[in-house]
């Protein structure tokens, strides 16, 4: 996580805690280490951001301060509501743990009308919830998209043949049953889908492919034109 999301970060957990929170227990929900949360406490106090504790007794946001508020209409909080529903029933354990502290987040900045629109529990996804991969974290994929790095795949086809890929992604597609990779596969030499259900194993590989990611989603759109203008012609 980079400095500037964290201390972000930070902020969020302490205007949300209803009491003081330790270095430790920051520390955990963030992921660094102990030290790393002393500086950034440090950092944002020098911000003149009204922090107040210390070691041993823990971190409170003094009341008065507060970020800018998130200006929603009823719809778009509708829309929100929903999309969050929605990724809550992928088979991605990380997104879903993200959408909760996203919920959290916005119910602490909105106004109260909007908040309870949000809350009030009218809308819902319906339908078939995704399973987790066994053998492989979507966290680890949507990573190795962002970064361009290329992934190695243990993967079994529809018909239980195995093989070994070296891949380098570029999508993900999450459907109701399942979630399909889209990559670059340096074996056969053409975009392919992976489903995430037949990986056995998903490691980094070495090596990355750096600014090529957009060139790649292009030809892999592109292939949608020609398959729209086929059937358009039949």
């Not at 290329?150 to 529809?158: A, H």
């Not at 074996?187 to 995430?196: K, V, Y």
């Amino acid at each position: 996580m980079r400095k500037a999301s964290r201390l972000f970060e930070i902020i969020q957990l302490l205007r949300l805690a209803k009491r003081p929170v330790t270095a430790a227990m920051l520390a955990e929900a963030l992921e660094v280490t102990v030290r790393s949360i002393y500086r950034d406490i440090a950092a944002l106090q020098a911000m003149r951001v009204p922090i107040e504790g210390g070691r041993g007794i823990g971190y409170i946001l003094r009341p008065g301060f507060d970020l800018p508020p998130l200006m929603f209409s009823i719809e778009e909080m509708e829309a929100i509501v929903l999309s969050l529903a929605l990724v809550d029933r992928t088979g991605d354990a990380a997104l879903k743990q993200a959408a909760k502290r996203v919920n959290q987040k916005i119910a602490g900045a909105v106004p109260a009308p909007l908040r309870e629109a949000m809350e009030g529990k009218a809308l819902y996804a319906w339908g078939t919830i995704a399973p987790s991969p066994e053998g492989l974290d979507l966290s680890l994929v949507r990573g190795a998209i962002r970064d361009e790095r290329k992934l190695r795949l243990d993967y079994r086809d529809e018909l239980g043949r195995g093989s070994q890929r070296t891949i380098r992604p570029i999508a993900l597609i999450y459907y109701s049953q399942s979630s399909n990779i889209v990559a670059w596969c340096e074996l056969r030499e053409a975009i392919r889908n992976f489903r995430s259900d037949r990986v056995e194993r998903c490691v980094e590989a070495e090596g990355f492919f750096k600014g090529e990611g957009d060139a790649l989603r292009a030809l892999w759109t592109s292939g949608w034109t020609q398959a729209t203008a086929a059937v358009s012609a039949i």
